[in-house]
């Protein structure tokens, strides 16, 4: 186990925005990037173990219902999201997770400050959220398209100065606050390149029964690729802090950044380490009592205990 904990850590270790540095993306961080070695075949293998290990950890978190997690997830159009939490998600109960998305905000939305519609979508305690697009859009989309801020009608006071370097350390503040309290945020930006894009883009378009995915306000997006990388390299320099790093997660070869992906909420579950809560030797005396009754219950020719008959036979075998 401690062993698997190092291997997950080592390979996200190149994927991490270390705290106070300058991001470029585009010098920064491949979108191509695998670890070396590493093939598809055995990547699937790898896969699922993540899942197997996340649908205990997921058990463990829900049980002893003192943390939550977010994973917010963030990329272009087309970098996977909706892939990402369909495969990485698979093996969870889904009782413990609750997928939020978000989209152009709806007039209710944006009669209330700009980070209430997220704050209403939190996940509760042992629960696992994620957010499908985050409040990171309001460093981004909003940014990169002036009249999403005119939308949110802000009084002057709030426009003047430095608007951006504000809400950056308003999100910060916000993530503190919730990491404090029990809910660690695991923060993920699917980075794709531009030519993956288009060529997802073609595939959407070529295949009909991919057609439904394809929507012509994502290629009039895709014009205002530079104002996004340069948006998405400021947010990572200003947000990726210690309580809740950022992860740069190589899109461009699904299999590769699915690994990623479950790799990063593995390690983040690992660090919680829940545990299943443990009964008193009060109550387990009381248990004890309890299955003395139950035994005496037992019909004329059945086992007293057929749990723990049928368990002593398994482990003869
Ligand atoms: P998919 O296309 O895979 O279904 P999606 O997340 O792209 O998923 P869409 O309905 O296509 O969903 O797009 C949602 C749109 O909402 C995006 O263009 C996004 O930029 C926009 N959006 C999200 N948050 C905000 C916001 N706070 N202000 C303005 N626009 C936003
Ligand atoms: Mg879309």
Redesign the pocket.
């Known amino acids: 186990m401690a062993n698997q904990a190092k291997r997950i850590a080592e390979l996200i270790e190149p994927l991490r925005v270390e705290p106070g540095s300058r991001v470029d993306l585009a010098k920064d961080f491949d979108p191509r990037y695998k670890r070396r070695g590493l093939k598809k075949k055995h990547g699937r293998e790898l896969l699922e173990t993540g899942i197997a290990l996340l649908a205990d950890y997921q058990r463990r978190l829900a049980a002893q219902n003192t943390y939550g997690v977010l994973l917010c997830l963030q990329a272009l159009?087309a970098g996977g999201?909706?892939g990402t939490i369909r495969h990485v998600m698979s093996g969870v109960n889904p009782q413990g997770v609750h997928v939020s998305?978000?989209?152009?905000?709806s007039s209710e939305e944006l009669d209330h400050d700009?980070l209430w519609r997220y704050a209403c979508r939190l996940p509760a305690r042992g629960d696992i959220g994620i957010f499908?697009?985050s409040h990171y859009?309001?460093v981004?989309?909003?940014r990169v398209?002036q009249e999403?801020l005119d939308r949110q009608r802000l009084p002057e006071s709030a426009k003047s100065g430095k608007l951006w370097h504000r809400r950056y350390r308003e999100i910060n503040e916000w993530e503190r606050y919730l990491t404090d309290n029990g809910f660690k945020i695991v923060k993920l930006f699917l980075n794709l390149s531009k030519e993956e894009q288009r060529t997802r883009f073609l595939r959407r378009i070529d295949r009909p029964d991919r057609n439904w995915?394809f929507?012509s306000?994502?290629v009039r997006?895709r014009k205002f690729w530079d104002d996004y990388q340069k948006a998405f390299s400021e947010m990572l320099s200003a947000t990726s802090t210690e309580h809740a790093p950022w992860y740069v997660i190589p899109a461009d070869r699904k299999w590769f950044g699915r690994i990623c992906a479950a790799a990063v909420l593995a390690h983040t579950l690992i660090e919680i380490d829940p545990q299943y809560p443990t009964v008193s030797d009060e109550r387990r005396l009381d248990l004890l009592a309890v299955r003395r009754e139950l035994e005496d219950e037992a019909p004329e020719g059945a086992e007293r205990d057929p749990y723990a008959a049928g368990h002593g036979k398994k482990r003869k075998a």
Do not use: Q, T
Not at 101 to 105: A, I, L
């Open positions: 159009d999201k909706d998305s978000f989209k152009v905000p700009y499908n697009r859009e309001e981004l989309v909003v398209h999403n995915k929507s306000a994502d997006e």
